[in-house]
C-alpha cells in the first residue's frame, strides 16, 4: 500500500569522518529501545517485542500531525511517500504496555493513521 512516513531527521557525522555530517531517519515519536532508524527504499520492521509501525493513508493527515507535534515543541520532522504492508495489528504496543495512545482531536490516534509490520520511505516529500 502506498502512504506518508513522519519521521525524525538528525544529522550525524562518523569518527572516520568528523566533518562530514549524513541525514539518518528515525520514528517520530518512539525513542530509546523502541527507536526505528529508516533507510530510503529499505524495508523496515518493528523491533521484536514491539507492535506495528505507524504512517499516515494522505499527505494531507501527515502534514497536520507534523504541525500538532511542532506545537508540543517537537521539530526537525519531514514526510517520505513510502510503501507499506498493512499490520493485522491496528494498535501501538510495546512488551509493557499493551495500548500506547496518542490522544489528538479527540482521536486515539492522528486522523489518518494506518499500521504497518513493514515500511519502506521512498522520497522526501517537501
Not at 110 to 126: C, D, M, N
Request: net charge positive; proline share 5%.
Amino acid at each position: 500500500m502506498k502512504g506518508y512516513k513522519v519521521v525524525l531527521v538528525r544529522s550525524q557525522n562518523t569518527p572516520e569522518h568528523p566533518k562530514t555530517f549524513k541525514d539518518h531517519y528515525y520514528s517520530s515519536c518512539q525513542g530509546g529501545k523502541s527507536m526505528v532508524e529508516y533507510l530510503m527504499g529499505q524495508p523496515v520492521h518493528p523491533k521484536r517485542q514491539y507492535g506495528p509501525l505507524a504512517e499516515f493513508k494522505t499527505f494531507e493527515d501527515a502534514k497536520d500531525f507534523i504541525e500538532i507535534l511542532d506545537l508540543v515543541g517537537h521539530r526537525n520532522r519531514i514526510i517520505f511517500t513510502c510503501e507499506y504492508e498493512s499490520s493485522s495489528d491496528k494498535k501501538l504496543w510495546d512488551e509493557w504496555r499493551e495500548n500506547l495512545k496518542l490522544i489528538v482531536k479527540g482521536h486515539a490516534y492522528p486522523q489518518g493513521t494506518a499500521f504497518a509490520s513493514s515500511v519502506t520511505i521512498l522520497r522526501r516529500v517537501e
